[in-house]
């Protein structure tokens, strides 16, 4: 399958198989991550793996869906604030690092045959209590990882026009 067909296919997960993700599978997915590009190459993320019962009911008190507890894993990605490069007119590029990071997860995932979701619809202050993140680290998305229960539906796009000036 080429990148652009990879794209296409991957999509929002929201119903997971009870299978787990296997470690070889889990290993590739970050090492892509960690491949990622950032601004100055500064890399101002960091990423927690919950898998455990009592982490799994910890991140769902963050984001109290029904969907999202079908889900074997998750990932949260933070953004380290004191280590992210700011531009000389003082706009922060962090959050748009960890995106691209992000994204690099959702792809080699959806390569590897699993399903995720972005997350960012979620009690940030409760996850920083509940996991002990310091105060210069944010917790910015959870990624739901694993198999799908369920099947793509068809994605909405614009038209090329519509983006391209």
């Known amino acids: 399958m080429n990148l652009q067909e990879l794209i296409k296919s991957r999509y929002s ?22 491949m990622a590009p950032s601004a100055v190459n500064k890399q101002p993320w960091r990423f927690r793996i919950v898998s ?4 799994k009911a910890k ?24 280590e992210e490069w700011v531009r000389s007119d003082g706009k922060a590029h962090g959050n748009i690092d960890v995106a ?13 045959g699993l399903g995720t979701c972005w997350v960012c619809n979620f009690d940030a202050l409760l996850c ?14 959870f990624i739901p990882i694993g198999y799908p229960a369920d099947e793509a539906k ?7 026009n519509e983006i391209l000036k």
Request: with cysteine; net charge negative; proline share 6%.
């Open 13 to 34: 997960c929201r119903s997971y198989q009870a299978a787990s993700v296997e470690p070889a599978k889990l290993d590739y997915i970050m090492e892509c991550v960690r």
């Open 52 to 55: 455990s019962d009592e982490d």
């Open 59 to 82: 991140l769902q008190r963050c984001y109290p869906r029904t969907w999202f507890y079908s889900a074997p894993m998750y990932i949260i990605a933070s953004l380290v604030h004191d």
């Open 100 to 112: 691209i990071a992000v994204e690099h997860l959702c792809l080699a995932a959806a390569e590897q």
């Open 128 to 141: 920083k209590q509940l996991f002990g993140y310091d105060n210069n680290e944010e917790p910015c998305v």
């Open 154 to 160: 068809p994605k909405i796009r614009k038209e090329m």
